[in-house]
């Protein structure tokens, strides 16, 4: 699973840079950061020295995604949005989660610690992605995506806390993020805005 | 003091977020991480694992912050600017620069390292705020704000420096940081730019 | 060279805040994250409290480089793209490479570590700038810039898996990045897009 989703977050991250007309290197620091940058971060908050950089085959498949990108755009124009490359990306998500939750447990933090350890290991790259490409960060702004990651974390939390193994902890955070996440994108489920739920007056000038 | 400042800085970046009409998972990370970015960065420089992802009770405030934002826009257009939550802030402002400086004396690093420990405690959370909502941060950008916590982080070193105790220098950087915030809020103070100094020419093209 | 850097990064990096009005504590931060966050992301990569806030004298450094960009930029434009600063750009950004590989052999990361290590010492300031001024980071859009550390980082490594000593393989990342770097500026060298090499059909919207 953790092959999957290196080598589907860099080939996602890849095509939005070449979209954008990167250079080569550009692009390949963009899809690197989409596949990469979620585990260093989780890396730096529990202090260890990031994975990535000491082991070799992470990168090389993280470099495959950014070759598989660039070959792949040549034929479609957009690569990302393929049903293969969404359900990898959801499988990711899903593997990136449960790394993430597994470090946190490991390190001793809260239940919140937990939530939020796995949430920016999976969706962390996509973030730091898109400040490299000067937008807002889409798992801020669209669909039901951190979300999924966020119950797949406090899933592996209650399981553990219930007193489950580990490997059954796991199987149920990547059951319910990878579920969660494939209903959403076939059902197009999205989260309410407050202006939505009535809490917040709409903006009038759409004008900006 | 710490818990004003979690709900206060909470309740204005949810408060920014629902004003961009983010989804309420986006509301919630950038109440958050407004909250919690400037200590989280502080731990991760000084080598610990962060306070945020150890500590519930810290969580809980900074939820309670943006469920307050959510209910007080459903009344107020704009409840970051009303002066509780403007004093709010200042107080807020204050207790983190003094966390920041206190951990950073604990740490042993330089003077500057202590202001900018300090500074980055107090007003990181609105700088990661602002990169989430894709905008320059603005405390690059306008009045005495960051200022403040540098004045604070600075008399905390020299209270230590001369020999103080660790609770009369909190008291004194609190107290500048405080003090020196809210006059700048009631009289509009403001630091010059370079072309204001004369320093730089003015840009001619303002249509960019 | 490490202190000709220090003072070059200050000055391009204050002179683009001052270029975009921000205020003069604005300014100072800018200048010194394109000094500094280089190294600190290094130091916080490898588990280190950075430098940066241990060592007075480097920031006494960064704060010339500032002061320089306000006295240059009353009698100067652009005080950036002066071949003296772009010179001592490219000798900061040699002299940040090295420091980056020797730091990153010293930790006992993979080859690829190396590289990225040595890379992001050298050009995260800059990419930490622009992030801060709300712009896509330069290095990911411009030139070969990046690229000149990415093989000075790369040389470092395969002179010391060749068996050399420390210092043969610092003056060999140094001399290849300061060489790529000068050559490139001088020739107007530039790394195609995907687009470039036919990989992708360019967008048809140019009015973005």
């Known amino acids: 699973m953790n092959t999957v989703g290196l080598v589907a977050f860099a ?27 979620g585990g260093v971060t989780r890396d730096i908050l529990v202090g260890r020295v990031p994975l990535a950089l000491r082991s070799a085959d992470e990168i090389t498949l993280g470099l495959l995604g950014v070759g598989l990108a660039l ?7 957009n690569a990302d949005e393929h049903p293969i490359a969404q359900v990898s990306d959801a499988v990711g998500l899903a593997a ?9 447990v490991e390190t001793g933090v809260s239940g919140f610690g937990v939530v939020a350890i796995a949430t920016i290991n ?9 400040v490299l490409l000067n937008r807002s960060p889409f798992v801020l702004l669209e669909d039901v995506y951190a979300s999924c990651a966020v119950l797949g974390g406090a899933a592996y939390w209650l399981a553990v806390t219930a007193g489950t193994t580990g490997s059954a902890a796991a199987a149920a955070c990547a059951a319910v993020t990878v579920g969660t996440r494939l209903a959403a994108v076939s059902r197009g489920w999205s989260l309410p805005t407050a202006q939505a739920l009535g809490l917040a007056r709409k ?6």
Chains 1, 2, 3 share one sequence.
């Open 11 to 37: 080939l996602v991250g890849a095509t939005k840079a070449i979209r954008e007309e990167f250079d080569l290197f550009g692009v390949a620091v963009v899809g690197l950061a989409t596949a990469f940058a």
């Open 71 to 77: 070959g792949v755009s040549a034929l479609l124009a």
């Open 96 to 104: 990136f989660a449960t790394a993430g939750a597994i470090v946190a």
């Open 122 to 130: 999976a969706v962390g790259g996509g973030a730091v992605a898109d």
């Open 203 to 208: 903006r009038v000038d759409d004008t900006r």
